[in-house]
């Protein structure tokens, strides 16, 4: 098993390799007469592009993306999606260092050890550039989402990068796309996150980030009990992308500091129907959306690919000290906010597939 596909009725299969000729992605069950263009999907690459800024590595890339199969006159006919990338600004000259030696906090050591052989040329199939497929194929699952439900809206953005918070009594959405951060803060408070990120590159350093995603406006119904909960599978999607160590929902590890009658939201009953008094669950009770905001977030860590020297072991078990060369984030959460986005979107149209394929519409009558 490769274990390179992920979801269930909307099936995301991702290949190709950081130095290799493209990467791409193959994208089963987006249903027919879906509008889909590469202009269309070349909006949420672009906000993932490397390059673009001085926060982000300098690779220069313009990834974009080109639809081989699956599209017939600007709609999905309902066969596979084929999406293609192609590379076109690799430096594989800079890690002919390491070909014989483990890159501390890579992947280098583990590949290793399990396959016997390992692309050392950027990491091959585990470096950050594969995600590059995965916001094209969520740009398809967005206008799928676009056309089964029109007012889910999913947005992402950065909460905290190394000793920074953001001030959520200042939350601002309209900030959001308004700095490179992604931070729903001002413009000011965007020039403090610069600067600290600019004295730690200068020092060969780097920094870890945490990243939340909301989408909002889903509808109750979402998940189904036990194993195919929405939140085990939003899980499990954050957790797959690069350099993710902990995963969290709604209120998420303070929920262990919170007593009972603190972390229950209480519901009323409104206009429209039921209502919350707050959102402690994530808007998802027992695997299955409640209609509030899905609220996810992630902790990355910092980038391990940093100029200051240290210590590891070559193939042959002697030790050495590395420093990696090669055009690196100093902060890969910048970057992983569109990546969250489009595994968000992947996620929640499977959820509205197989919903629509098991109920049709929500059965139970409240009020």
């Avoid at 947005?155 to 796309?177: S, V």
């Avoid at 027992?286 to 072991?313: E, H, M, N, W």
């Avoid at 420093?323 to 979107?345: F, L, S």
């Amino acid at each position: 098993m490769s274990m390179n596909s992920f979801g269930h009725l909307f099936r995301v299969t991702t290949w190709g390799e950081s130095h290799g000729p493209a990467l791409g992605a193959t994208v089963d069950g987006c249903p027919p007469g879906v509008p889909v263009t590469e202009d269309m999907l070349q909006h949420w690459l672009d906000k993932r592009r490397p390059g673009q800024n001085k926060n982000t590595t300098q690779r220069n890339e313009p990834d974009a993306v080109k639809i081989l199969s699956g599209v017939f006159e600007g709609q999905s006919t309902g066969t596979p999606i084929q999406l293609m990338i192609e590379n076109t600004d690799q430096r594989s000259r800079d890690y002919g260092d390491i070909s014989e030696t483990f890159r501390p906090g890579h992947a280098d050591i583990t590949y290793w050890q399990k396959y016997g052989i390992r692309d050392y040329r950027g990491g091959g199939r585990s470096s950050a550039r594969e995600t590059a497929a995965r916001v094209a194929a969520g740009g398809v699952a967005r206008e799928a989402i676009k056309a089964l439900a029109p007012n889910v809206e999913i947005r992402g953005y950065m909460t905290a990068m190394g000793a920074l918070d953001i001030d959520r009594t200042r939350f601002d959405w309209d900030e959001i796309d308004q700095n490179p951060f992604w931070i729903p803060q001002s413009a000011d408070v965007a020039q403090e996150w610069e600067d600290y990120l600019q004295k730690l590159r200068k020092e060969h350093n780097s920094v870890g980030a945490i990243v939340e995603v909301v989408a909002r406006n889903l509808p109750a119904g979402l998940g189904a009990p036990v194993y195919g909960k929405l939140d085990t599978d939003l899980a499990a999607a954050m957790m797959s992308i690069n350099a993710v160590k902990g995963v969290e929902i709604g209120e998420g590890m303070n929920s262990a500091r919170l007593t009972g009658t603190d972390n229950a939201d209480e519901i009323f009953m409104g206009d429209d129907g039921p209502e919350y008094g707050s959102n402690h669950s994530g808007g998802i009770l027992g695997g299955i959306s409640t209609g509030q905001d899905v609220v996810i977030r992630f902790a990355v860590k910092p980038t391990s690919s940093i100029l200051s020297p240290r210590k590891s072991i070559r193939k042959d078990g002697t030790p050495i000290e590395v420093i990696t060369k090669g055009r690196h984030d100093p902060c890969v959460g910048i970057r992983a906010v569109p990546v969250a986005e489009a595994m968000m979107a992947c996620v929640v149209l499977d959820h509205m597939l197989l919903h629509r394929g098991q109920v049709g519409e929500n059965r139970g009558k409240i009020g």
